[in-house]
């Protein structure tokens, strides 16, 4: 689950250097998506938030995930989906953000298919369920010093409320890339305002294929993108950073 895990190793040296470099305190990923960058941070205060509830339920429940079942069939998947499309409280939020995230094939969040045993193109047969399951297990003792918050990015800077000396990593939806769920109809324009108010008084980066004019590269890596199963294509990782200057898009 997270779709920074296969780009962490070259991005979070770069964020380290920051922090490091200018003594920050507090480090925040108004997007935390999988963790799979934070997990590897040093900080002396580490926020992940997320506008997912069901995602942010799950992480402040990880005790609980000994007691998932090591099997998640199709028809239980659909029973939690159901539930959750309802709105019947059957499952408590937690348990609901476990099946979607885990049992859903990418950790696309009861939209990317049911991923139980999946036979691949190689002849292996793949239990994502189990192996997502186990990556977050694995996870549990990096991520138990993290503050977990339910907020939308903007709340870092809303109503006067300013922040200084914080880094913030972003990965927001990337745009003209297909989104899915809670990602659909991102205002990436209001983004990248808020990217420039808040980077006046912290250091702001931010993972996307492209930027506007006033934000420079200080990173790129070509990488292989999952589609879906059977399909994978090229792509360019970027990191960003504001340079001071106007927009004029």
Known sequence: MGSKSR????????IQKYIDENNIEYYIEPFCGGLNVIDKIKC??????DKHKY???????????????????????????????KRDRKFEDWYIGAIGFLASYNGRFFD???????DTK????RNYYDEAKR???????????????????????VNGVEYENTLF????????????????????????KWCRKLSKKNIVLISEQ??????????????NRTIDNNKRVKATEKLFKWNGGVSHE
């Open 7 to 14: 780009i962490a190793k070259y991005i979070v040296p770069i």
């Open 44 to 49: 002396n205060h580490k926020i992940a938030a």
């Open 55 to 85: 995602l942010i339920a799950l992480f402040d429940n990880l005790d609980k995930i000994d007691s998932l079942p090591e099997f998640v069939t199709k028809e239980h998947y659909s029973e939690v989906r159901n539930s959750f499309n």
């Open 112 to 118: 990317g298919g049911y991923a139980g045993l999946v």
């Open 122 to 125: 190689s002849g292996i047969t």
């Open 135 to 157: 990556n977050l297990l694995a996870q549990r003792d990096d991520i138990k010093n993290i503050s977990f918050i339910n907020y939308d990015y903007n709340f870092w800077y």
């Open 169 to 192: 990593y972003c990965d927001p939806p990337y745009q003209n890339v297909k989104q899915y769920g809670i990602s659909k109809n991102f205002n990436h324009d209001e983004f990248w």
């Open 210 to 223: 492209n930027a506007p004019q006033d934000f420079e590269c200080i990173w790129e890596q070509e990488v």
